[in-house]
């Protein structure tokens, strides 16, 4: 069988991430409207979105930077309803936000049986991850996925176009025999295919708006859709004896 270089996106394609999030969220608008009578959880949900993704052009996917959406969300409804700003409010809202980074990881189902099998069939595996180090390797060590990517992982923390761009120089991959496999549009599927290579999207459970862009990239590689993880061998098995599929 061909050797084939398969990159990994770890958050909501090897293990949940966006349940987690949406939990510590819901205490979140919880709490505000206890404090802000008038405001919809709605209303607090987007703008806190809002400014979680506004974040992220500058300070990338850093694990602060979603704390921080909470307090400034807190700020944006204390001048708008003109509520004093307290301290102890406000590092409540940080300490809530920074929980979601200290909750356990858990696996994607047959996280465990599909990389095993890829690599007794002699692939090539790479981590990519977005975030920042602390909190990834966090992620990586509980899961224990250096028994399947060794030193081979990389984290970025604006993980785009570029950052796949570099790595795949880095480790000298030939586009045709290369994969991304990942759950985000944006941040898998679209700098996968401007890059030049396969792409396989594996929509998440719940799903971050961020990661949700039109895919209108013209390219030549193969762009496939699938139900769940476990199916990514047969499907890079079926691409290897049929590469006109």
Same mark, same amino acid.
């Given at each position: 069988?061909?050797?084939?270089?398969?990159?990994?996106?770890?958050?909501?394609?090897?293990?949940?991430?966006?349940?987690?999030?949406?939990?510590?969220?819901?205490?979140?608008?919880?709490?505000?409207?206890?404090?802000?009578?008038?405001?919809?959880?709605?209303?607090?949900?987007?703008?806190?979105?809002?400014?979680?993704?506004?974040?992220?052009?500058?300070?990338?996917?850093?694990?602060?930077?979603?704390?921080?959406?909470?307090?400034?969300?807190?700020?944006?409804?204390?001048?708008?309803?003109?509520?004093?700003?307290?301290?102890?409010? $406000?590092?409540?809202?940080? *300490?809530? +936000?920074?929980?979601?980074?200290? =909750? &356990?990881? /858990?696996?994607?189902?047959?996280? #465990?049986?599909?990389?095993?099998?890829?690599?007794?069939?002699?692939?090539?595996?790479?981590?990519?991850?977005?975030?920042?180090?602390?909190?990834?390797?966090?992620?990586?060590?509980?899961?224990?996925?250096?028994?399947?990517?060794?030193?081979?992982?990389?984290?970025?923390?604006?993980?785009?176009?570029?950052?796949?761009?570099?790595?795949?120089?880095?480790?000298?991959?030939?586009?045709?025999?290369?994969?991304?496999?990942?759950?985000?549009?944006?941040?898998? $599927?679209?700098?996968?295919? *401007?890059? +030049?290579?396969?792409?396989?999207? =594996? &929509?998440? /459970?719940?799903?971050?708006?961020? #990661?949700?862009?039109?895919?209108?990239?013209?390219?030549?590689?193969?762009?496939?859709?699938?139900?769940?993880?476990?199916?990514?061998?047969?499907?890079?098995?079926?691409?290897?004896?049929?590469?006109?599929?």
């Amino acid at each position: 069988m061909q050797k084939q270089n398969i990159l990994f996106n770890l958050d909501d394609t090897l293990s949940y991430c966006n349940r987690y999030f949406n939990l510590v969220i819901d205490e979140f608008a919880d709490q505000m409207m206890t404090w802000f009578k008038s405001i919809t959880e709605e209303d607090i949900k987007q703008k806190q979105l809002q400014l979680d993704v506004a974040a992220i052009s500058v300070h990338g996917l850093k694990s602060d930077r979603f704390p921080e959406s909470f307090v400034g969300t807190y700020k944006y409804y204390c001048d708008l309803t003109g509520r004093e700003k307290k301290k102890d409010e $406000i590092q409540y809202l940080r *300490e809530l +936000g920074f929980k979601v980074f200290e =909750i &356990p990881v /858990e696996p994607i189902p047959y996280m #465990n049986e599909t990389l095993q099998r890829l690599k007794e069939e002699g692939h090539e595996l790479y981590l990519h991850t977005g975030g920042d180090e602390p909190n990834q390797h966090r992620k990586i060590t509980q899961l224990e996925l250096t028994t399947y990517f060794e030193h081979r992982i990389f984290i970025s923390e604006h993980k785009d176009t570029t950052a796949l761009s570099d790595i795949l120089k880095t480790i000298k991959a030939d586009p045709n025999v290369t994969w991304m496999v990942g759950n985000s549009l944006r941040t898998d $599927i679209v700098p996968a295919l *401007e890059t +030049g290579i396969h792409a396989i999207y =594996i &929509p998440a /459970e719940t799903e971050w708006k961020y #990661n949700l862009v039109e895919v209108n990239v013209e390219h030549s590689s193969l762009f496939i859709t699938v139900d769940s993880l476990q199916e990514v061998p047969n499907v890079i098995y079926k691409s290897i004896q049929d590469p006109l599929m």
